[in-house]
């Protein structure tokens, strides 16, 4: 996994230990990861992700109209769908990219609901 010099562009083939540039000498905890495969497929992987949401979201959508169903959790269940569609056309977007791809942060691996994983 190549990293990518947040300052200058330089491509060493890993983070320095130092976090320090060899090319610029300047030290950042910023450094990008650049490396297009890993971060399609963790792209890729979002994608099946946000459709699998959907989904569920559309079936959940049936269920509650078919049985009138009045469970105020199932109906805020539907709201999901909105970040799941944002997330899946940005998805599609990045990986349409990849000829303005600039590095990524590894942040970048986490797929939006990750935030619900605390709860
Ligand atoms: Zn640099």
Redesign the pocket.
């Given at each position: 996994m190549t990293a990518l010099?947040?300052?200058?562009?330089?491509i060493p083939i890993r983070v320095p230990p130092t976090h320090k540039?060899?090319?610029?000498?300047?030290f950042?905890h910023e450094w990008m990861i650049y490396d297009w495969e890993s971060y399609a497929s963790s792209r890729r992987q979002h994608l099946k992700c946000n459709i699998l949401i959907i989904i569920m979201v559309v079936i959940n959508i049936v269920a509650l109209v078919t049985f009138e169903s009045s469970n105020v959790f199932f109906w805020m269940l539907n709201v999901l769908s909105i970040p799941a569609t944002i997330s899946l056309f940005l998805c599609l977007n990045d990986l349409r990219g990849q000829a303005e791809y600039e590095g990524h942060h590894s942040r970048a691996a986490l797929p939006w609901f990750a935030g619900f994983s605390g709860f």
């Open positions: 010099c947040p300052n200058c562009g330089h540039c060899p090319e610029c000498g300047v950042s």
